[in-house]
């Protein structure tokens, strides 16, 4: 079994800064892709950012130039530096990653999330 768990959410005021980190553990052959999705009441979970194997990243619109992701291959982690947040980040983040657990089967799979809190 796979297992990834968040840490690094809490209630910060806009403008100010937050790292979170999602540790995978369990039977793990290789990790793809990793990457953190958001989810809040008013929205429908939405793509932040993704990192391949290789490095190369992707992110929201709406975190370009204020997020940046960041992997650890061999402690198996990936982590998410959140800058200048403002309210309209409040939500649920959620660690998401694409891990082969043997050298024929893989799947994707979610942390249980981590809350960021932005208050004005």
């Known amino acids: 079994q796979v297992q990834l768990l968040e840490t690094g959410g809490g209630l910060v005021h806009a403008g100010e800064s937050l790292r979170l980190s999602c540790v995978v553990s369990g039977s793990i052959f290789r990790i793809e892709n990793m990457g953190w999705y958001r989810q809040s009441p008013e929205k429908q979970r939405e793509l932040v950012a993704t990192?391949?194997?290789?490095?190369?990243?992707n992110y929201a619109d709406s975190v370009k130039g204020r997020f940046t992701i960041s992997r650890d291959s061999a402690k198996k982690t990936v982590h998410l530096q959140m800058n200048s947040l403002n309210p309209e980040d409040t939500a649920d983040y959620h660690c998401?990653?694409?891990?082969?657990?043997?050298?024929?089967?893989?799947?994707?799979?979610w942390g249980q999330g981590t809350q960021v809190s932005v208050s004005s």
């Open positions: 998401n990653a694409i891990v082969w657990t043997t050298a024929r089967e893989f799947k994707e799979y």
């Open positions: 990192i391949t194997s290789g490095g190369s990243t």
